[in-house]
C-alpha cells in the first residue's frame, strides 16, 4: 500500500472519530423530561452535605417520615449538588457528556488491541450508542456503564495480553468499593468478575483438552490469588455508609410490587415494547452472540460466550437491563464479526469490507447526516424517542410556572401537608426544602403507592383517606394533567372530585400544565 493511501486512511479514521465524538456529545445533550430523579439526587446531595450524615430513614416525605429509606447512590447525589451548585444544569451535563465519553473511548481502546477494523468497530459502537440513547441521563447508572467497561479492560488486558501481571487486577476492589458508594449496579460488576472465574476456572480444569488454545490455562497459585481478589472486591462493597443494610434496602426495592408498571423494570419482551426501536437494537445483540459462540468455539475460549449469554438471560428481566447486555458484549460481538470477516476465503470481499474507503465515507455520511439531526430533534422522531435536545430541564414537563406562583404568593406556607403527583415528589422537595411531600418516584414502600393510586383513582373511600392524611393542598401535573387531548378527564378521578363534587377545595392556579 502506498504511503498516500496509508495517510489517506488514517486521515478518514480520524476523521470518522471525531464525527462519532461529536454524534455521543450531541445525543448526550436532552432536556429533562417528566422525570424528577434529579432532583432526588439534588435534594439528597444538599440533605448530606449540609447535615453532614447519610440518612438511613426518610427525611422528605410527611406521609413517610421515619421510614426505612437509604440512599445507595449518596456519593452520587453529592457530586450532583455540588456541581450544580457550581454551575447548574451545564456542569450536570458535562459530567454526563464525560461518563458517556469515556465508555465509548475504552470500548474503541479495547477493539483497537484486538486490531477490529475500523468498519465494523464504528458500526457496533453506533448501534450501541442508539440503543443506549433511551438511558442516556443525568443518572449514577452511567456510572455502573462506566465500571462495566474499566473492569472488563483489566480482565482482557490480564487474560489476553499480559497473561503474567496479576498487579493488574490489583485495582478491581478500588473500583468496586468506589462503585457501590454510587450505584446499586455493582452486583452485576461482580456477577461479570465471578464469570470470568469460572472461564479461568473451565481453562484449569481442561487444561489438557486446551493445550492448543491461544490462552494458557492459570496455574493453582494465581487462581488462588484471582479468587481472593475477588472476595475482597465483595467485602470492599460493604464500605459504604450502612453496610449490608444497604444490600437488604436494595433487594426491598426491588421487590416492590408497584415496579410492575414502571417501564424500564418490564420484560423487554412485554407486547407493548416490542416494537420500540431501542428493542431492535437489542434483538441484534442477541443475534450477535452467534458470531460470539463462532468466536469462542474457534478460539476455544469460554469467556466471551459466557459473558454474552449470561448477560443476556440477565437482560430478559427488565428493559433497563438491555442495556448492560449491550454494553457488555458489544466488545467481543465486535471482535468476533472482525474474526469472521477476517476470515472469509473471498479476498476481494474482504478487502472491501475491512479496507476500502468506500464504507468509510458511508459512514461518515451517515454520522454528518445524524449529527445535523439531533440539535432539530428530527432523529428523536424519526426513532420515536421522548427526547428533547438541550441542557436544563423542559418546562413543559415540569410544573415550573406553578412552583413560582406557590412561591411568589406563600401557597405552601398555608400547610405542611401537600398532596403531590408521584413524578413531581424530587422537583417540590428541591424548589421548597423546607418542605416534605406525600409521596415521590423513590418508591419508599407499596402501602404508600397502593394509598396513593386509591386517592388520584378516587376509588371508593379515598375521600376518608385524604381526611385521615389531613391535606391542606393539591398540587397536579402532566402527564396526569392532559384534558387537552381527553377532556373527559375531568369527569372522572380525582380531578372531578376535586373540580365538581367537593366543597372543601378552591382553585388557586392553573395554566393548561399544572395545577
Same mark, same amino acid.
Given at each position: 500500500?502506498?504511503?498516500?493511501?496509508?495517510?489517506?486512511?488514517?486521515?478518514?479514521?480520524?476523521? !470518522?472519530? =471525531? +464525527?462519532? /465524538?461529536?454524534? $455521543? #456529545? &450531541?445525543?448526550?445533550?436532552?432536556?429533562?423530561?417528566?422525570?424528577?430523579?434529579?432532583?432526588?439526587?439534588?435534594?439528597?446531595?444538599?440533605?448530606?452535605?449540609?447535615?453532614?450524615?447519610?440518612?438511613?430513614?426518610?427525611?422528605?416525605?410527611?406521609?413517610?417520615?421515619?421510614?426505612?429509606?437509604?440512599?445507595?447512590?449518596?456519593?452520587?447525589?453529592?457530586?450532583?449538588?455540588?456541581?450544580?451548585?457550581?454551575?447548574?444544569?451545564?456542569?450536570?451535563?458535562?459530567?454526563?457528556?464525560?461518563?458517556?465519553?469515556?465508555?465509548?473511548?475504552?470500548?474503541?481502546?479495547?477493539?483497537?488491541?484486538?486490531?477490529?477494523?475500523?468498519?465494523?468497530?464504528?458500526?457496533?459502537?453506533?448501534?450501541?450508542?442508539?440503543?443506549?440513547?433511551?438511558?442516556?441521563?443525568?443518572?449514577?447508572? !452511567?456510572? =455502573? +456503564?462506566? /465500571?462495566?467497561? $474499566? #473492569? &472488563?479492560?483489566?480482565?482482557?488486558?490480564?487474560?489476553?495480553?499480559?497473561?503474567?501481571?496479576?498487579?493488574?487486577?490489583?485495582?478491581?476492589?478500588?473500583?468496586?468499593?468506589?462503585?457501590?458508594?454510587?450505584?446499586?449496579?455493582?452486583?452485576?460488576?461482580?456477577?461479570?468478575?465471578?464469570?470470568?472465574?469460572?472461564?479461568?476456572?473451565?481453562?484449569?480444569?481442561?487444561?489438557?483438552?486446551?493445550?492448543?488454545?491461544?490462552?494458557?490455562?492459570?496455574?493453582?497459585?494465581?487462581?488462588?490469588?484471582?479468587?481472593?481478589?475477588?472476595?475482597?472486591?465483595?467485602?470492599?462493597?460493604?464500605?459504604?455508609?450502612?453496610?449490608?443494610?444497604?444490600?437488604?434496602?436494595?433487594?426491598?426495592?426491588?421487590?416492590?410490587?408497584?415496579?410492575?408498571?414502571?417501564?424500564?423494570?418490564?420484560?423487554?419482551? =412485554?407486547?407493548?415494547?416490542?416494537?420500540?426501536?431501542?428493542?431492535?437494537?437489542?434483538?441484534?445483540?442477541?443475534?450477535?452472540?452467534?458470531?460470539?459462540?463462532?468466536?469462542?468455539?474457534?478460539?476455544?475460549?469460554?469467556?466471551?460466550?459466557?459473558?454474552?449469554?449470561?448477560?443476556?438471560?440477565?437482560?430478559?428481566?427488565?428493559?433497563?437491563?438491555?442495556?448492560?447486555?449491550?454494553?457488555?458484549?458489544?466488545?467481543?460481538?465486535?471482535?468476533?464479526?472482525?474474526?469472521?470477516?477476517?476470515?472469509?476465503?473471498?479476498?476481494?470481499?474482504?478487502?472491501?469490507?475491512?479496507?476500502?474507503?468506500?464504507?468509510?465515507?458511508?459512514?461518515?455520511?451517515?454520522?454528518?447526516?445524524?449529527?445535523?439531526?439531533?440539535?432539530?430533534?428530527?432523529?428523536?422522531?424519526?426513532?420515536?424517542?421522548?427526547?428533547?435536545?438541550?441542557?436544563?430541564?423542559?418546562?413543559?414537563?415540569?410544573?415550573?410556572?406553578?412552583?413560582?406562583?406557590?412561591?411568589?404568593?406563600?401557597?405552601?406556607?398555608?400547610?405542611?401537608?401537600?398532596?403531590?403527583?408521584?413524578?413531581?415528589?424530587?422537583?417540590?422537595?428541591?424548589?421548597?426544602?423546607?418542605?416534605?411531600?406525600?409521596?415521590?418516584?423513590?418508591?419508599?414502600?407499596?402501602?404508600?403507592?397502593?394509598?396513593?393510586?386509591?386517592?388520584?383513582?378516587?376509588?371508593?373511600?379515598?375521600?376518608?383517606?385524604?381526611?385521615?392524611?389531613?391535606?391542606?393542598?393539591?398540587?397536579?401535573?402532566?402527564?396526569?394533567?392532559?384534558?387537552?387531548?381527553?377532556?373527559?378527564?375531568?369527569?372522572?378521578?380525582?380531578?372531578?372530585?376535586?373540580?365538581?363534587?367537593?366543597?372543601?377545595?378552591?382553585?388557586?392556579?392553573?395554566?393548561?400544565?399544572?395545577?
Amino acid at each position: 500500500m502506498s504511503s498516500n493511501r496509508i495517510n489517506s486512511s488514517k486521515l478518514f479514521n480520524i476523521t !470518522l472519530i =471525531s +464525527y462519532f /465524538a461529536a454524534f $455521543l #456529545i &450531541l445525543i448526550s445533550m436532552s432536556q429533562l423530561a417528566g422525570e424528577d430523579d434529579l432532583f432526588w439526587y439534588l435534594s439528597t446531595g444538599r440533605y448530606i452535605v449540609q447535615n453532614g450524615v447519610v440518612p438511613s430513614a426518610d427525611v422528605f416525605g410527611f406521609s413517610t417520615s421515619g421510614m426505612p429509606w437509604i440512599p445507595f447512590e449518596w456519593a452520587w447525589d453529592v457530586i450532583n449538588f455540588y456541581l450544580f451548585s457550581i454551575s447548574g444544569y451545564a456542569a450536570l451535563s458535562f459530567l454526563e457528556i464525560t461518563l458517556i465519553l469515556s465508555i465509548f473511548y475504552l470500548i474503541f481502546r479495547l477493539l483497537l488491541k484486538f486490531n477490529v477494523r475500523y468498519p465494523v468497530s464504528l458500526l457496533v459502537l453506533l448501534l450501541l450508542a442508539i440503543g443506549m440513547i433511551q438511558r442516556m441521563s443525568i443518572k449514577p447508572h !452511567l456510572v =455502573s +456503564y462506566l /465500571a462495566f467497561i $474499566l #473492569i &472488563l479492560t483489566l480482565i482482557i488486558r490480564f487474560r489476553y495480553f499480559e497473561r503474567d501481571n496479576p498487579k493488574i487486577l490489583y485495582f478491581l476492589p478500588l473500583i468496586f468499593f468506589i462503585w457501590i458508594n454510587l450505584h446499586m449496579g455493582v452486583l452485576a460488576g461482580l456477577f461479570m468478575f465471578g464469570l470470568y472465574i469460572v472461564s479461568e476456572l473451565t481453562g484449569y480444569i481442561f487444561r489438557k483438552r486446551l493445550q492448543d488454545s491461544e490462552i494458557k490455562p492459570l496455574e493453582k497459585n494465581m487462581l488462588f490469588k484471582l479468587i481472593t481478589i475477588f472476595i475482597i472486591s465483595a467485602a470492599a462493597t460493604l464500605l459504604n455508609p450502612h453496610g449490608l443494610k444497604t444490600y437488604e434496602y436494595a433487594f426491598h426495592i426491588v421487590s416492590m410490587k408497584q415496579l410492575e408498571i414502571i417501564y424500564e423494570w418490564k420484560s423487554p419482551f =412485554s407486547t407493548e415494547y416490542l416494537l420500540f426501536f431501542s428493542n431492535f437494537v437489542y434483538y441484534f445483540f442477541i443475534l450477535l452472540i452467534i458470531p460470539v459462540i463462532y468466536y469462542s468455539v474457534k478460539k476455544k475460549d469460554i469467556f466471551p460466550v459466557l459473558l454474552a449469554i449470561g448477560f443476556f438471560l440477565q437482560s430478559t428481566r427488565a428493559y433497563r437491563l438491555t442495556i448492560d447486555f449491550m454494553l457488555i458484549s458489544a466488545p467481543f460481538a465486535a471482535i468476533s464479526l472482525n474474526f469472521i470477516l477476517l476470515n472469509f476465503k473471498n479476498e476481494k470481499l474482504k478487502t472491501y469490507l475491512t479496507e476500502k474507503i468506500f464504507l468509510k465515507i458511508v459512514f461518515s455520511i451517515t454520522l454528518l447526516f445524524v449529527i445535523a439531526n439531533i440539535p432539530n430533534n428530527k432523529i428523536y422522531s424519526w426513532l420515536s424517542y421522548s427526547r428533547k435536545f438541550g441542557i436544563g430541564i423542559d418546562n413543559n414537563n415540569f410544573p415550573v410556572r406553578m412552583y413560582n406562583f406557590l412561591r411568589t404568593n406563600g401557597i405552601t406556607e398555608t400547610g405542611e401537608r401537600p398532596f403531590n403527583t408521584y413524578e413531581t415528589g424530587g422537583y417540590f422537595i428541591w424548589n421548597f426544602p423546607d418542605k416534605k411531600n406525600f409521596i415521590g418516584s423513590r418508591g419508599l414502600n407499596d402501602d404508600i403507592w397502593n394509598q396513593y393510586t386509591s386517592i388520584i383513582n378516587a376509588e371508593q373511600g379515598f375521600e376518608g383517606k385524604m381526611d385521615m392524611l389531613n391535606i391542606d393542598y393539591v398540587l397536579w401535573m402532566v402527564p396526569l394533567l392532559n384534558y387537552s387531548q381527553n377532556p373527559e378527564m375531568l369527569n372522572f378521578g380525582i380531578m372531578h372530585y376535586l373540580f365538581k363534587d367537593s366543597k372543601k377545595w378552591k382553585l388557586l392556579y392553573w395554566d393548561d400544565r399544572s395545577f
